[in-house]
């Protein structure tokens, strides 16, 4: 039955009169209603606001209304019934980033019942024991990566830089400091560490462009030029520098030209020598952001590589470790790749359940964060519920939690001596309780002389020297 039009007005206007900021999304999590302390807020209109979409993520390159709706957005549970509590956060217009503490109130009990919900803001700004309560693990996750990319990933594109272990802390360190450089710069990590995205961040954050745009854009060789070592020849490399530094002299004035070099420690030998001769050059002013697999003073040292080529490309040295050696930082990392897909389908998902990031750090990741994207990937668009949970992961993730179930036997290496000292041992005690005791007939039986036999018990500690006859 249809409200009365009066009863609707006199709601709205009591909650357009609401001091606390509050906004109403329907069941396809847009934006229906919005009340003048929520506009206040943000600093934007209802006419503005009102049609927005919110996903659940915290994708740095939203802005305006968009950057709103993915600010405030309810996790997914709110959808389904759940009425929760947590942060959330807006950029008014020229103002700084503003938390507060929300509750999330479903309006019905479950996921079919539910037509929305409404997201009441508190008017006080989020103190350290806001941070400091108790809330779930993925809510936790999702505001410390939002609070990450607004204090860096804003300003340039470092999102799988993210984590607190201290190899992830001094990376992050040193991309700022060659971010404000033009020294040549070396990335060093296995493959899928995110090498390539750090040598982008380093080369637009120096160029003062507030993102970087996604791998393979039609413009992304526009001014950085990549080249695959293992495959560049002499001829290919001279006319890319050429073609760079008459970009950089016209988009760049004054700056040198930048070339990304991937897998620099693979360059062909003709290749380091071209590359060399152009930064022999007094003058020219050509900066190198190279990613290698392994140090390059191991290439040099194999004979794989120039020691003076070497010397002048790895000015800086920016070390990015395997996935297994930072698992401290799977939960967000896991959590920043469910985010993505949320941004990217209208599939809303929380986070990863307990016994799935159990599963996730159990696993050899040989590709690292490139893997385990694609995984979160696969298991974000089978998944069901508002989680990601164990059943949802790839059948790679299965396999190798069985595994490790039954470890594999290491082999043991065989010391021909102890095999055989053990064998002798084991037989003089079999003679010697054969012969109930009788070291003549122990010694008869084992075909050596009675000294002999002492000599052998002594020497295996079965009897005290002092208690062996005194033969030669």
Request: charged content about 25%.
């Amino acid at each position: 039955m249809a409200r009365p039009r009066s009863q609707l007005t006199m709601l709205g206007r009591l909650l357009a009169g609401c001091d606390q900021p509050l906004v109403v999304l329907d069941d396809d999590r847009v934006m229906v209603f919005c009340n003048e302390a929520f506009e206040r807020w943000t600093g934007l209109s209802a006419d503005e606001l009102c049609g927005q979409r919110c996903d659940y993520h915290s994708t740095p390159e939203d802005s305006g209304a968009a950057a709103i709706g993915t600010g405030i957005c309810p996790p997914p549970e709110a959808f389904a019934g759940q009425r929760l509590t947590g942060l959330v956060a807006v950029t008014p217009r020229g103002e700084a980033a503003s938390e507060r503490r929300a509750e999330f109130i479903p309006l019905g009990d479950t996921a079919k019942q539910c037509v929305g919900v409404v997201v009441l803001i508190s008017t006080e700004e989020a103190t350290d024991s806001d941070h400091q309560a108790e809330e779930p693990d993925t809510q936790a996750l999702h505001a410390a990566i939002r609070q990450f990319r607004t204090e860096q990933a804003e300003r340039y594109q470092i999102d799988r830089m993210i984590g607190a272990t201290p190899a992830m802390v001094r990376a992050r360190s040193q991309i700022e400091t060659a971010a404000g450089c033009d020294a040549n710069v070396v990335i060093v990590g296995p493959s899928g560490s995110g090498r390539e995205h750090a040598a982008r961040a380093i080369y637009y954050r120096r160029h003062d462009q507030p993102t970087a745009p996604p791998l393979g854009d039609a413009d992304y060789g526009a001014t950085l030029a990549p080249l695959s070592g293992s495959v560049v020849s002499a001829e290919l490399l001279r006319s890319t520098v050429t073609a760079v530094m008459r970009r950089a002299s016209e988009q760049h004035p004054g700056e040198p030209g930048t070339l990304l070099v991937l897998d620099v420690d693979q360059l062909l030998a003709e290749a380091q020598t071209e590359l060399a001769g152009f930064l022999a050059i007094d003058g020219f002013r050509l900066r190198i952001l190279a990613t290698a697999r392994s140090p390059l003073a191991e290439a040099v040292e194999q004979k794989r590589f120039r020691e003076d080529l070497a010397f002048k490309i790895g000015t800086l040295q920016i070390d990015l470790p395997p996935l297994v050696e930072r698992l401290d930082d799977l939960p967000l990392l896991a959590q920043m790749f469910v985010e993505q897909q949320n941004a990217a389908s209208n599939r809303q998902r929380s986070g990863l359940t307990p016994e799935a990031l159990d599963a996730l750090a159990g696993y050899p990741w040989r590709e690292n964060l490139d893997e385990l994207s694609e995984m979160i990937a696969q298991a974000h668009a089978t998944s069901e519920g508002t989680m990601v949970t164990l059943a949802d992961l790839p059948k790679s993730i299965h396999l190798a939690a069985d595994a490790a179930k039954y470890p594999r036997r290491l082999e043991e290496s065989i010391v021909l001596d102890d095999v055989l000292a053990e064998l002798e041992q084991e037989l003089i005690a079999r003679a010697i309780a054969q012969a109930k005791g009788n070291k003549t007939k122990a010694a008869k039986l084992l075909g050596m002389t009675r000294p002999r036999l002492y000599r052998r018990m002594v020497q295996f500690g079965m009897v005290d020297n002092d208690d062996a006859p005194n033969t030669p």
